[in-house]
């Protein structure tokens, strides 16, 4: 049964800062492509970070480059997204993907397993 178990939202103030992660259970963790995702109250699912399978190469959203920085630790079978200079446009809640493939790609139908999300409330 494949799992993916994100933890680390929270209620923070503007300008700071978070780590996000992702567990992943039941997938050969390093065949996998990663992304983070994030939908917001009323509006679509968009792509925010694509890491792929060696964690050398990634790929940003423009409104987080230079904030977000995508990771992964093969040996613990989790992804993370470090969130810094957190603004109330970031509130929403964030979804880790994995997708069994070589490829990064940034819509996510692109992708085959999502977790449940993690909600991050960012006030101003």
């Known amino acids: 049964q494949v799992q993916l178990v994100e933890s680390g939202g929270g209620l923070v103030q503007a300008g700071d800062s978070l780590r996000l992660s992702c567990a992943v259970s039941?997938?050969?963790?390093?065949?996998?492509?990663m992304g983070w995702f994030r939908q917001a109250p009323g509006k679509e699912r968009v792509f925010v970070a694509a890491?792929?399978?060696?964690?050398?190469?990634?790929r940003y959203a423009d409104s987080v480059k230079g904030r977000f920085t995508i990771s992964r630790d093969n040996a613990k079978n989790t992804v993370y997204l470090q969130v810094n200079s957190l603004n109330p446009e970031d509130t929403a809640v964030y979804f880790c993907?994995?997708?069994?493939?070589?490829?990064?790609?940034?819509?996510?139908?692109?992708?085959?397993?999502w977790g449940q999300g993690t909600q991050v409330t960012v006030a101003s």
């Open positions: 890491i792929d399978r060696s964690g050398g190469y990634a």
């Open positions: 039941g997938l050969t963790f390093s065949y996998c492509t």
């Open positions: 993907a994995a997708k069994d493939s070589t490829l990064v790609v940034t819509t996510p139908r692109g992708y085959d397993f």
